[in-house]
C-alpha cells in the first residue's frame, strides 16, 4: 500500500508560479512510476504530468507543456510538479497518483491517489 500527500496548492496571479509536492509513504513507494492530474469544477480529471521511477523520463499534456515541469527525489520519496506561468485555466484540483505497473497519462493505470491539493489562479 502507498499513501500520497499533496501540499503546496493556493491562490496565484496569472503569470505566477507555484510548486506542488507530493509525499509517498509505504512499501517500495520510490519505485512506482507517478503522475499528477487536475480536475477543474464541472470537468473530468485530466492528465497533466508522469515521470518514470527513475526520473529519466517525462510526459506532459499539449496545454502544460514548457510551462511545467515534473521531477522526482526519491531519497526523499517525493514528487514535484514545478508550475510557471500559470493561468485562469490551469485552476483545479491537483492530484498526485502512483501505478504499480506502467508509466504514461492513462488514469486506470494508477492505483493509488491522493487526496488533492487546490490550485487557483486569478485573472
Known amino acids: 500500500q502507498v499513501q500520497l500527500v499533496e501540499s503546496g496548492g493556493g491562490l496565484v496571479q496569472a503569470g505566477g508560479s507555484l510548486r506542488l509536492s507530493c509525499a509517498a509513504s509505504?512499501?517500495?513507494?520510490?519505485?512506482?512510476?507517478m503522475g499528477w492530474f487536475r480536475q477543474a469544477p464541472g470537468k473530468e480529471r485530466e492528465f497533466v504530468a508522469a515521470?518514470?521511477?527513475?526520473?529519466?523520463?517525462?510526459y506532459y499534456a499539449d496545454s502544460v507543456k514548457g510551462r511545467f515541469t515534473i521531477s522526482r527525489d526519491n531519497g526523499k520519496d517525493t514528487v514535484y510538479l514545478q508550475m510557471n506561468g500559470l493561468q485562469p485555466e490551469d485552476t483545479a484540483v491537483y492530484y498526485c497518483?502512483?501505478?504499480?505497473?506502467?508509466?504514461?497519462?492513462?488514469?486506470?493505470?494508477?492505483?493509488?491517489w491522493g487526496q488533492g491539493t487546490q490550485v487557483t489562479v486569478s485573472s
Open positions: 509505504g512499501r517500495t513507494s520510490s519505485s512506482y512510476p
Open positions: 515521470i518514470s521511477w527513475s526520473g529519466s523520463t517525462t
Open positions: 497518483a502512483a501505478s504499480r505497473v506502467q508509466y504514461g497519462a492513462t488514469q486506470k493505470n494508477y492505483d493509488y
